[in-house]
Structures are given as C-alpha cells and as structure tokens.
C-alpha cells in the first residue's frame, strides 16, 4: 500500500502490528512507544522527512487514551503530576516543532540529536536500577492501592501510593518537564513520552504511579504538537511537514490494543524488570543513531 505523504510503501498489516508490540511494552513505563515508533519509521520504513515527527504524534493521539482510560479505573493517575506534565510540556512542544524544521531538517543530524538524547536518558534509567530489592518482586495484585493526593501546591506535590509518601518541588517539575517537552517537540513524542525516566531517575518516583501521568501529558502535547505541525506546513510549502494521517491512524490502531493490554499487565511486572527492558531499547536504538552518524 502507497502512503504517498510519507513516501513509502508497505503492506497496511504491518504498522498496526509493529505499534501493538511497541506500545504494549512502552505503555508499562509510562511511555507510548513513539520513542521506538519513529526509528522503526525512519531506519525500516525510509521515513526520514520532517512530517515523520507529526505522524508520531498522531499516532499518540489515536492510541494513548485507551492506556489512560485504564489507569483511571485502577486509581493510579496522579492528577498533580499530570497537570505539571501537561503545563510544562505544552509551551516546550511549541518551541521543539520550531527548533526541529528550522534547525534539524537534516536527517543525519537529526538521527544524532535523536541518538544523543536517548542515550543519556538509557544512563540515568540503568543508575536508578536495584538489582537486589523489594522492587524485583512484582507489587502483589490484592495489595494494590489508589495514589492519594497529599498536597498540590506551587511549592510541593505530594500523594501516597502502597503506604508510602512520595513528594517532588513543583517548580523543579516544570522546568524539567519543560525541557522534555523541547525535546519531545523535536524528537516527534509528544514531550510526556519521556518524562517517565526522568521521573523515576531524578525525583525518585515509583514506576507504577507515574505512568499514567506521563500518557496524559504526552496525548494533551501531541494534539498541539500535530496542530503547530500542520501550520509549519504551510508556512513552509518546499517541506513535507504535515502528518500522513492514514499511516498515523493505522499505527494508532495498533496502539489502542497494545497500550490498554500494557497498562492492565503493568501491576504483575517487577519494576527493576520494566526499567531493564526500557533501558535495553533505550540505549539499543542510541548506539544504532550515533554509529549511523559517524560511519
């Protein structure tokens, strides 16, 4: 089948498939598989213009909710965090599309940008792993509780999860979330997309909390990020900046599935088992970009 926006040709079976995987696993960390989603696109599918970071992000709009939807019915999305996401990343996003079409339309520097950031963040996420501890055994299903929000306030947001307090400085979240959100506007994610590691790596917060969260923040993010993609496009006519909407969809339908199955299985998987898995992909497609850049 021809997507003439994208440029590529494949079989309609194979993005729907490929997004299940990804998503599935992704969405147990708090992540919608875009981060794996775009090199699959650009390294397997040849997809390597501009437009490829929209159709990212459409396919997070399509797919997310159903992850969302199921945190919600377990009571562990922490609304705090979720609107610090969301406020932190939205302008950040904005100001990423830019950067990314006037600064990155190149796609070899584009893949080391890309490859740079991964691989800091698969560091940080492998330091934060315990390899002897409490977290190497999955949470028990019976015992697992509601977040609860203790304090929301410009200085401190605070909940309880499992009899545990666990807080984070406002204004620190922001200004890293706003950073992310630069950087998933670049990247194509949404901005939340990769917050989770920073989450779990610099404020200490539990796995199984967060994720909710970080799906939140990445689909609020992505519907502006395809909006200020969409008006790139005909800012600038000579690039192919807007999204292929029926490559994004067929993506986005694998990632319903795969994201609603990945939340509902996250509780029987230890967390050390979740950071090891997202670090490994991590750091896998990091050395791939970077090696591509220099050979």
Sequence with gaps: MLFPVAGIEVHPLIPPAISFILSFFASMSGLSGAFLLLPFQMSVLGYTTPSVSATNQLF?????????????????????????VIAGTLPGVVIGAIIRIKFLPDAAEFKLFVGSVLLYIGYRLFRSVHFRSSESEPIKIQKLGHTKTIEFSFKRISYSFQGDTYSAPTIGIFALTLLVGIIGGIYGIGGGAIIAPFFITFFGLPIYT???????GTFVTSIAGV????ILAYIYPAQVIAPDYLLGILFGLGGIAGMYLGALCQKFVPANTLKLILTFFILFTAGKYILEYFL
């Design 60 to 84: 997070n709009i399509v797919a997310i909710p159903s992850g969302v939807f199921r945190y919600m019915r377990e009571g562990r999305m922490v609304w705090p965090l979720t609107w610090a």
């Design 210 to 216: 967060v994720a909710g969260a970080c799906l939140m």
């Design 227 to 230: 909006g200020i993609y969409q």
